[in-house]
Protein backbone atom coordinates (compact mmCIF):
# COMPACT_ATOMS: atom_id res chain seq x y z
CA UNK A 1 0.00 0.00 0.00
CA UNK A 2 1.39 3.39 -0.42
CA UNK A 3 1.29 5.74 2.44
CA UNK A 4 0.75 9.20 2.32
CA UNK A 5 2.70 11.50 4.54
CA UNK A 6 1.77 15.06 5.55
CA UNK A 7 3.83 18.06 6.85
CA UNK A 8 3.26 20.03 8.87
CA UNK A 9 0.19 18.68 10.78
CA UNK A 10 -0.72 22.07 12.32
CA UNK A 11 0.11 25.11 11.24
CA UNK A 12 -0.35 28.99 12.44
CA UNK A 13 -1.09 31.92 9.88
CA UNK A 14 -2.13 34.87 9.75
CA UNK A 15 -4.33 36.67 6.87
CA UNK A 16 -2.20 37.22 3.71
CA UNK A 17 0.07 35.02 4.55
CA UNK A 18 1.92 32.35 1.99
CA UNK A 19 1.72 28.82 3.34
CA UNK A 20 3.14 25.88 1.97
CA UNK A 21 1.47 21.99 2.97
CA UNK A 22 3.64 19.24 1.99
CA UNK A 23 2.36 15.43 0.45
CA UNK A 24 5.10 12.83 0.63
CA UNK A 25 4.22 9.20 -0.61
CA UNK A 26 5.98 5.83 -0.19
CA UNK A 27 6.84 5.60 -3.81
CA UNK A 28 6.07 8.05 -6.93
CA UNK A 29 2.53 8.30 -7.86
CA UNK A 30 2.67 9.81 -11.40
CA UNK A 31 1.23 13.36 -10.15
CA UNK A 32 -2.51 10.90 -8.89
CA UNK A 33 -2.73 12.94 -6.13
CA UNK A 34 -5.50 15.49 -5.00
CA UNK A 35 -6.10 17.92 -2.24
CA UNK A 36 -9.27 18.77 -0.19
CA UNK A 37 -10.38 21.27 2.14
CA UNK A 38 -12.65 20.35 4.95
CA UNK A 39 -14.44 22.82 7.70
CA UNK A 40 -15.82 21.77 10.82
CA UNK A 41 -18.50 19.18 10.43
CA UNK A 42 -18.73 19.73 6.70
CA UNK A 43 -17.45 17.27 3.88
CA UNK A 44 -13.88 17.17 2.20
CA UNK A 45 -14.19 19.58 -0.93
CA UNK A 46 -11.97 18.88 -3.75
CA UNK A 47 -8.90 21.80 -4.06
CA UNK A 48 -6.44 20.31 -6.93
CA UNK A 49 -6.53 17.10 -8.75
CA UNK A 50 -3.52 15.58 -10.65
CA UNK A 51 -1.56 17.19 -8.42
CA UNK A 52 -1.70 20.60 -9.86
CA UNK A 53 -5.23 21.09 -11.79
CA UNK A 54 -7.44 23.43 -9.79
CA UNK A 55 -11.19 22.42 -9.18
CA UNK A 56 -13.88 24.60 -10.86
CA UNK A 57 -14.37 27.62 -8.84
CA UNK A 58 -11.58 27.35 -6.73
CA UNK A 59 -9.30 30.65 -6.07
CA UNK A 60 -6.54 31.01 -7.91
CA UNK A 61 -4.69 32.07 -5.17
CA UNK A 62 -4.46 27.49 -4.20
CA UNK A 63 -1.83 26.15 -6.24
CA UNK A 64 -0.55 23.11 -6.48
CA UNK A 65 2.51 21.30 -7.84
CA UNK A 66 5.50 18.83 -7.29
CA UNK A 67 6.35 15.23 -8.86
CA UNK A 68 7.54 11.52 -8.70
CA UNK A 69 6.61 11.26 -4.67
CA UNK A 70 6.66 14.57 -3.47
CA UNK A 71 3.90 17.37 -3.57
CA UNK A 72 3.09 20.60 -1.91
CA UNK A 73 -0.34 22.54 -1.64
CA UNK A 74 0.35 26.51 -1.53
CA UNK A 75 -1.98 28.99 -0.87
CA UNK A 76 -0.76 32.37 -1.76
CA UNK A 77 -2.39 34.63 0.78
CA UNK A 78 -4.22 33.42 3.07
CA UNK A 79 -8.14 34.38 3.62
CA UNK A 80 -10.33 34.30 6.72
CA UNK A 81 -12.18 31.42 4.94
CA UNK A 82 -9.25 29.10 4.35
CA UNK A 83 -8.74 28.38 7.62
CA UNK A 84 -9.54 24.45 7.83
CA UNK A 85 -8.28 21.01 7.10
CA UNK A 86 -6.13 20.02 4.08
CA UNK A 87 -5.93 16.83 3.10
CA UNK A 88 -3.79 15.29 0.37
CA UNK A 89 -5.19 11.64 -1.49
CA UNK A 90 -3.28 9.15 -3.45
CA UNK A 91 -4.72 7.97 -6.54
CA UNK A 92 -2.38 6.46 -8.54
CA UNK A 93 -2.04 2.40 -7.16
CA UNK A 94 -5.62 1.85 -5.24
CA UNK A 95 -6.85 0.10 -3.45
CA UNK A 96 -6.55 1.64 -0.62
CA UNK A 97 -7.12 5.29 -1.80
CA UNK A 98 -5.17 6.68 1.09
CA UNK A 99 -4.90 9.94 2.71
CA UNK A 100 -3.30 12.17 4.65
CA UNK A 101 -3.46 12.63 8.23
CA UNK A 102 -4.30 16.21 7.34
CA UNK A 103 -2.78 19.59 8.49
CA UNK A 104 -5.00 21.84 10.44
CA UNK A 105 -4.35 25.52 9.64
CA UNK A 106 -5.54 28.27 12.12
CA UNK A 107 -5.46 31.55 12.63
CA UNK B 1 -27.59 19.44 -9.92
CA UNK B 2 -25.46 16.08 -8.64
CA UNK B 3 -26.29 15.30 -5.19
CA UNK B 4 -25.46 12.42 -2.34
CA UNK B 5 -27.38 12.07 0.89
CA UNK B 6 -26.60 9.72 3.23
CA UNK B 7 -28.98 8.15 5.66
CA UNK B 8 -29.11 5.11 8.92
CA UNK B 9 -26.26 6.30 10.94
CA UNK B 10 -27.14 6.39 14.54
CA UNK B 11 -26.20 4.50 18.18
CA UNK B 12 -25.58 0.79 17.67
CA UNK B 13 -24.01 -1.84 20.14
CA UNK B 14 -20.62 -3.57 19.94
CA UNK B 15 -20.93 -6.86 17.28
CA UNK B 16 -24.13 -4.96 15.78
CA UNK B 17 -25.47 -4.17 12.25
CA UNK B 18 -26.16 -0.78 10.36
CA UNK B 19 -26.81 -0.35 6.85
CA UNK B 20 -26.09 2.86 5.55
CA UNK B 21 -27.68 4.45 2.36
CA UNK B 22 -26.20 6.94 -0.17
CA UNK B 23 -29.20 8.59 -2.29
CA UNK B 24 -27.83 9.50 -5.43
CA UNK B 25 -29.59 12.26 -7.86
CA UNK B 26 -28.17 14.35 -10.92
CA UNK B 27 -26.30 11.41 -12.38
CA UNK B 28 -26.09 8.36 -13.85
CA UNK B 29 -25.20 6.27 -11.02
CA UNK B 30 -24.22 2.79 -13.61
CA UNK B 31 -21.71 5.96 -15.38
CA UNK B 32 -19.81 6.30 -11.65
CA UNK B 33 -17.75 4.58 -9.35
CA UNK B 34 -18.95 5.32 -5.48
CA UNK B 35 -17.11 4.81 -2.62
CA UNK B 36 -17.53 5.36 1.67
CA UNK B 37 -14.63 7.18 3.11
CA UNK B 38 -15.21 7.20 7.29
CA UNK B 39 -13.88 9.81 9.47
CA UNK B 40 -13.57 9.21 13.56
CA UNK B 41 -14.05 12.10 15.63
CA UNK B 42 -11.38 14.25 15.85
CA UNK B 43 -9.36 11.96 13.44
CA UNK B 44 -8.18 12.01 9.53
CA UNK B 45 -10.10 10.66 6.44
CA UNK B 46 -10.19 6.41 5.87
CA UNK B 47 -11.04 5.05 2.93
CA UNK B 48 -13.45 1.97 3.50
CA UNK B 49 -15.13 0.61 0.81
CA UNK B 50 -15.48 0.88 -3.40
CA UNK B 51 -17.77 -0.16 -6.19
CA UNK B 52 -16.88 0.47 -9.65
CA UNK B 53 -19.15 2.03 -12.30
CA UNK B 54 -20.28 -1.54 -13.63
CA UNK B 55 -20.17 -3.23 -10.13
CA UNK B 56 -17.44 -6.14 -11.27
CA UNK B 57 -15.39 -4.18 -9.00
CA UNK B 58 -15.56 -4.12 -5.09
CA UNK B 59 -12.25 -2.90 -3.01
CA UNK B 60 -12.92 -3.06 1.17
CA UNK B 61 -10.45 -1.32 3.69
CA UNK B 62 -8.55 -4.52 5.18
CA UNK B 63 -10.14 -2.91 8.54
CA UNK B 64 -13.47 -3.65 7.46
CA UNK B 65 -12.99 -6.76 4.87
CA UNK B 66 -15.06 -9.83 5.80
CA UNK B 67 -17.22 -7.25 8.27
CA UNK B 68 -18.95 -4.63 5.78
CA UNK B 69 -20.43 -5.20 2.16
CA UNK B 70 -20.98 -2.21 -0.39
CA UNK B 71 -23.58 -2.98 -2.98
CA UNK B 72 -25.76 -0.45 -5.15
CA UNK B 73 -29.38 -0.54 -6.71
CA UNK B 74 -29.25 1.60 -9.93
CA UNK B 75 -33.24 1.72 -10.29
CA UNK B 76 -33.67 3.18 -7.10
CA UNK B 77 -30.28 5.14 -7.35
CA UNK B 78 -28.89 3.96 -3.98
CA UNK B 79 -25.37 3.00 -2.34
CA UNK B 80 -25.46 1.02 0.61
CA UNK B 81 -22.90 0.06 2.85
CA UNK B 82 -23.88 -2.80 5.37
CA UNK B 83 -21.53 -2.97 8.60
CA UNK B 84 -21.62 -6.32 10.46
CA UNK B 85 -20.25 -6.92 13.72
CA UNK B 86 -19.37 -3.32 14.16
CA UNK B 87 -16.37 -2.20 16.76
CA UNK B 88 -15.95 0.70 18.79
CA UNK B 89 -13.40 1.44 16.76
CA UNK B 90 -15.86 1.78 13.41
CA UNK B 91 -16.96 4.76 15.67
CA UNK B 92 -16.71 7.50 12.60
CA UNK B 93 -18.68 9.97 10.50
CA UNK B 94 -19.67 7.97 6.85
CA UNK B 95 -19.59 9.73 4.05
CA UNK B 96 -20.90 8.50 0.86
CA UNK B 97 -18.38 10.16 -2.55
CA UNK B 98 -18.80 9.52 -6.39
CA UNK B 99 -15.43 8.83 -8.50
CA UNK B 100 -14.91 12.49 -10.26
CA UNK B 101 -15.10 10.65 -13.39
CA UNK B 102 -15.40 7.71 -15.35
CA UNK B 103 -11.82 7.37 -15.56
CA UNK B 104 -10.49 9.09 -12.15
CA UNK B 105 -10.23 8.42 -9.16
CA UNK B 106 -10.76 11.25 -7.04
CA UNK B 107 -13.72 11.89 -4.81
CA UNK B 108 -16.09 14.61 -5.92
CA UNK B 109 -18.84 15.16 -4.83
CA UNK B 110 -19.26 14.18 -1.23
CA UNK B 111 -22.40 13.62 0.15
CA UNK B 112 -22.56 15.63 4.16
CA UNK B 113 -22.46 12.17 5.95
CA UNK B 114 -23.94 10.17 8.59
CA UNK B 115 -22.77 9.18 12.34
CA UNK B 116 -22.23 5.69 13.68
CA UNK B 117 -21.58 5.47 17.14
CA UNK B 118 -20.59 2.08 18.17
CA UNK B 119 -21.07 1.53 22.08
CA UNK B 120 -22.35 -0.41 24.79
Request: with cysteine; aromatic share 10%; hydrophobic share 35%.
Amino acid sequence: DIQMTQSPSSLSASVGDRVTITCRASQGISNSLAWYQQKPGKAPKVLLYAASRLESGVPSRFSGSGSGSEYTLTISSLQPEDFATYYCQQYHITPPYTFGQGTKLEI
Amino acid sequence: EVQLVESGGGLVKPGGSLRLSCAASGFTLSKFGMNWVRQAPGKGLEWVASISDSATDIDYADSVKGRFSISRDTGKNLVDLQMNTLRAEDTAVYYCARDSSSFTNWFDPWGQGTLVIVSS
